[in-house]
């Protein structure tokens, strides 16, 4: 019985051509053509069944995670090798993930005929796709008509598919830009974000409506004006252009970023609300008494996690050093801390103030102000008056002032207030301290003791006229070096004095004695000097607190003094 070569259709014993497929015969000896039963199950095609070992690795990697040996798989040259999209796979900190619709590939463990291919099929149970036809599985029957017809179909299914892109894909691309935005989230540059952009929160903060007749509009906390635009789309997002500017929208993960030198404000689309109904009135911090959502009770409030508070009290213009108008900001600090240590604003405490967008640059006045209170120490429940001085602009747009935690950052609290020029509140009232007449903080501490590599003790003390003929407490120390090299007290310790729970400020005496010249006098290893100190008083009722402290440690050695005596 004779075969075709073509389709494998029996044919009759004198046949010239194929009466299945219209293919020529070519005569050819009746041993030289197998039957089907006759095929080697050990060849597939012709080839000899491929090892796992054989088969070339998947180079792309879905899983961001790094995979184990026994996760990869190996894939024959003609699979198609899939890839990510973005979003579809678990985030670097899963170990799992699948691939759709791909079936790992199982080793050849045996001899095995490979799947039929029929018009149903597709890839087989070990992953591959089907097999092309051998002279073991005869090819479905050629049919002309059949054929011009899949091409007619085909052609209609690319015709109506490009329709659909040329149709839907602008429209679904423009689409997801239309609707309400707003700030949620800023990065300033250091990569990570956060809802606060230097003690304000950016939470509704600007907004921006995306219409879909190309019209636009956008409106900011710090302006009760919203402005007009248009906008047009871009490669990765869009540009919305007003009378003055352009402003470049990217869009990624269903928000809109916005970058203006270097710090890049996030914005999530808002339901429910619009241009005319934003989450944050427009213009809310224009009046110096509204603050965004997340941020502190405007003016007041604690920073550095609840170690001090801070209260903004007033604002007034004065002319700086420089002859410069500038305008003053007076704030209340207390100190919170349990301790009986003392810090003072400056140390624990950092602010800035900006106006139309811009930091304004730190001044100081050549007339006496409360800004050198900040320099104080203060024991913990003691408030001090302070303030900062900025150069600005009197025709200005409004200042707006924060204060935040030195160690902590403005994550661990913030308060701010904005002030606006031509209607500044003043100068509050000056701060009065409140007489302490039992101070305890010294009483905890003892009188003399190791600091760091010296030993201290806090002597007698007595009452003075400084060289302004200021009422004045001269204290005596005495100072042992049991370092391994020559040094000073002044060099080595810190020597405050304290009153009412504020320390004072060192003065002079009119003249120098030898233990005032000692301070700053080096004394050699296991040497001892008596040095002395000079402190103004604030009064000559409240007793004085003398101290010690080392730098290194949390030490102090100290005595009080009643000098109303």
């Known amino acids: 019985m004779a075969f075709c070569t073509e389709c494998g259709s029996k044919l009759p014993e004198d046949a010239v051509f194929c009466p299945n497929c219209g293919s020529s015969i070519k005569t050819a000896p009746a041993s030289a053509v197998k039957a089907p039963e006759e095929f080697s199950t050990a060849t597939i095609g012709g080839q000899s069944p491929v090892a796992a070992d054989d088969l070339p690795m998947n180079e792309t990697v879905l899983d961001p995670t ?143 409506q995306i219409n879909s007749d190309n019209s636009a509009y956008l409106a900011s906390v710090t302006d009760s004006d919203v402005i007009e635009g248009t906008w047009e789309k871009t490669d990765d997002g869009f540009t919305i252009i007003t009378a003055d500017d352009s402003y470049y929208f990217e869009y990624d993960d269903k928000q809109l970023l916005f970058n203006q030198d270097d710090v890049i404000f996030y914005f999530d689309k808002i339901k429910g609300h619009d241009i005319n109904n934003p989450t944050v009135a427009h213009g809310s911090l224009t009046d110096g008494t509204t603050t965004l959502p997340g941020s502190s009770v405007a003016g007041s409030g604690t920073v550095g996690n609840g170690s001090f508070s801070i209260a903004v009290i007033g604002a007034e213009d004065f002319i700086d050093v420089d002859g410069d108008p500038a305008i003053r900001i007076y704030y209340d600090f207390t100190n919170n801390y349990t301790d009986y240590f003392s810090l003072s604003a400056w140390d624990v405490l950092s602010y800035y103030a900006t106006q139309d967008g811009s930091y304004l640059t730190e001044t100081y006045s050549s007339d006496q102000s409360t800004a050198s209170n900040a320099s104080y120490r203060i024991r913990p429940g003691i408030t001090m008056q302070c303030c900062s001085e900025f150069k600005y602009s009197p025709g200005g747009g409004s200042v707006d002032f924060s204060v935040y935690g030195y160690n902590d950052g403005e994550s661990g609290g913030t308060v701010s207030a904005s002030y606006i020029p031509g209607s500044l509140p003043g100068a509050p009232a000056p701060y009065v301290l409140v007489p302490v007449t039992d101070p305890q903080w010294t009483l905890n501490i003892p009188s003399e003791g190791n600091l760091d590599s010296f030993y201290v003790a806090v002597l007698d003390a007595e009452l003075i006229d400084d060289y302004n003929g200021d009422s004045a407490i001269r204290v005596y120390y005495s100072f042992t070096n049991n370092g391994n090299y020559s040094t000073s007290l002044g060099s080595e310790l810190s020597i405050i004095t304290y009153q009412d729970g504020v320390s004072l400020d060192y003065t002079y005496a009119p003249e120098d004695s030898e233990t005032d010249s000692n301070y700053y006098i080096d004394v050699a290893p296991g040497g001892t000097i008596t040095v002395s100190c000079i402190f103004v008083l604030r009064n000559e009722a409240s007793p004085v607190e003398a101290e010690v402290e080392a730098y290194t440690d949390y030490a102090a050695v100290g005595q009080t003094y009643n000098i109303a005596n």
């Open 66 to 208: 790094p995979l184990q040996s026994s996760d990869v798989y190996a894939q024959p040259v003609s699979a198609p090798v899939p890839t990510a999209p973005s979003g579809l796979y678990p985030p670097p900190d899963q170990n799992t993930y699948s691939v759709p619709q791909q079936t790992p590939y199982v080793p050849y463990q045996g001899s095995y005929m490979p799947p039929q291919a029929g018009p149903n099929s597709g890839p087989s149970a070990y992953g591959y796709p089907p097999y092309p036809s051998s002279p073991a599985y005869p090819a479905a029957p050629k049919n002309s008509g059949g054929k011009v017809a899949a091409i007619v179909i085909s052609s209609v299914v690319v015709l109506l598919v490009l329709a659909a892109i040329l149709i839907f894909k602008p429209f679904g691309g423009s689409s997801r830009y239309v609707g309400y935005w707003e700030t949620v989230l800023v990065d300033v540059g250091d990569g990570v974000m956060s809802q606060d952009y230097y003690g304000t929160s950016v939470v509704g903060a600007l907004s921006i």
